[in-house]
């Protein structure tokens, strides 16, 4: 079974500073995708980025980033220059390869709060 | 607009009483799956579909039903809601196996069991 581990279940940051968020996962499989959910106080389930485990670069979207490390199994989340929109609640996910039904496993989040 | 829908958005129910959580999307996706989400848990899958007819149980099946008899309609069911079932659920539809995938939730149902 795989699992999900965000370590941190509350963090904060001085706005326009970064902050990187942990995440760690365990699987056997090889071939896989990780992502990061945002879900801000509305509920709605936000991608905010995705990486593939065979790609060995590290994704970028804007101010977001990663830092893979697939033999160690990590997957943490870069946020710079951190504006008040990015307080909400981070889940960090695990999806199984295709044709396994796209099951994703979560982490147990990490509230982040930016501080004016 | 590209969107998956779940109806009701609030929902309070007493110990039971059957009832019925809709989830449509219209972006024509193959896989379509049910979560869960209790504080300190995250999400967890209840169920999954990955086509018309093709449902298999997530990690957390006990107390629900689903049915998928056309493609964008999966419909969360409980026969006898319980107040342990109290929770925000979501639903969830993504493409097939194919690169670059993401999965693209509703706007969460909040369900009160009294």
């Known amino acids: 079974a795989q699992t999900v581990t965000q370590s941190q279940p509350e963090m904060s940051v001085q706005e326009a500073e970064t902050v990187t968020l942990s995440c760690t996962y365990d699987?056997?499989?090889?071939?896989?995708?990780l992502f990061w959910y945002k879900q801000p106080p509305s509920r709605q389930m936000i991608l905010v980025i995705r990486q593939e485990a065979y790609k060995q670069q590290n994704a970028t979207e804007n101010r977001f980033s990663v830092n893979f490390q697939k033999a160690a199994k990590s997957f943490s989340l870069k946020i710079s220059d951190s504006q008040l929109g990015d307080t909400a609640m981070y889940f960090c996910a695990f999806m199984k390869p295709p044709n396994t039904g796209n099951q994703f496993y979560f982490g147990t989040g990490t509230s982040l709060t930016v501080i004016p | 607009e590209a969107q998956v829908t779940q109806n009701p958005r609030y929902l309070i129910t007493v110990t039971g009483k059957k009832l019925t959580v809709t989830c449509s999307q219209n972006m024509n996706h193959e896989y379509m799956s049910w979560y869960r989400q209790d504080p300190g848990l995250g999400l967890r899958q209840i169920y999954y579909s990955m086509n018309v007819e093709v449902t298999d149980k997530g990690d957390v099946p006990e107390g629900y039903k689903v049915s998928r008899k056309e493609k964008r309609n999966f419909p969360l069911i409980l026969e006898s809601p319980s107040p342990n079932q109290t929770s925000l659920y979501f639903c969830a539809s993504s493409f097939g196996p194919r690169l670059n995938t993401e999965a693209f939730f509703g706007q969460g149902t909040r369900l009160t069991v009294v």
């Open positions: 699987t056997s499989e090889n071939n896989y995708y």
